[in-house]
Nanobody, 127 residues
Framework: QVQLVESGGELVQAGGSLRLSCAAS????????MAWFRQAPGKEREFVAG????????NYADSVKGRFTISREKAKNTLYLQMGNLKPEDTAVYYC????????????????????WGQGTQVAVSS
């Protein structure tokens, strides 16, 4: 059974840091671009960050650029999101996702292009 399982979400004060993890099982996601999305209450799910299958490039939403860092550890089949200088507007459920196309040349921000999703982990930032 193919699974993506996120962890690391919790309540944190503004200005704090968190590291989210996404552990993949059932298959390797090494040849696929991976991404983090988030969905705040009452809002649509949005792209946060993506990383190319070979780790050669990354892409970030403007709202998190300079504060968040996406990385992947192929040996552990795990994706990470290091979040710093957290703000109350970062409060959301965070999802990891795997691209539907093997070795896609660009990091797509369109969630319809991702066909494997985790169940999400809640991040809450208090002011």
């Amino acid at each position: 059974q193919v699974q993506l399982v996120e962890s690391g979400g919790e309540l944190v004060q503004a200005g704090g840091s968190l590291r989210l993890s996404c552990a993949a099982s059932g298959r390797t996601f090494s040849p696929f671009n991976m991404a983090w999305f988030r969905q705040a209450p009452g809002k649509e799910r949005e792209f946060v960050a993506g990383i190319k299958w070979n780790g050669g490039s990354t892409n970030y939403a403007d709202s998190v650029k300079g504060r968040f860092t996406i990385s992947r550890e192929k040996a552990k089949n795990t994706l990470y999101l290091q979040m710093g200088n957290l703000k109350p507007e970062d409060t959301a459920v965070y999802y990891c996702a795997a691209d539907s196309l093997i070795t896609r040349s660009v990091i797509t921000t369109m969630q319809t292009q991702y066909n494997f999703w985790g169940q999400g982990t809640q991040v809450a930032v208090s002011s």
